[in-house]
């Protein structure tokens, strides 16, 4: 069974920094692309940043210069540098093999 498990969110001040993790485990196939999305209540789920096997990576654009994605093994990383508190949300992993797969999120907090 396929399972995705994020960690790393957390409250922050308006500038700080955070790195989120999501683990995978149970694949059996090749992973292609590996992203994160984020969720605010009420509205829908955007694609915030993604890297594929090769190497690609693509930004929203009110990340981009602030934000990393990066992988190691089954691991896909997000790190937060200069965080603003329109940055609050859930964050979710998803990854693209043979299907697509998502783990259940954690809490980003930005205070001002």
């Known amino acids: 069974q396929v399972q995705l498990v994020e960690s790393g969110g957390g409250l922050v001040q308006t500038g700080g920094s955070l790195r989120l993790s999501c683990v995978v485990s149970g694949i059996r196939t090749r992973i292609n692309a590996m992203a994160w999305y984020r969720q605010v209540p009420g509205m829908q789920r955007e694609l915030v940043a993604a890297?594929?096997?090769?190497?690609y990576r693509n930004y929203t654009d009110s990340v981009r210069g602030r934000f990393t994605i990066s992988n190691a093994e089954n691991t896909v990383y997000l790190q937060m540098n200069d965080l603003k508190p329109e940055d609050t949300a859930v964050y979710y992993c998803?990854?693209?093999?043979?299907?697509?797969?998502w783990g259940r999120g954690t809490q980003v907090t930005v205070s001002s």
């Open positions: 998803r990854i693209r093999t043979s299907g697509n797969y």
């Open positions: 890297i594929t096997l090769g190497g």
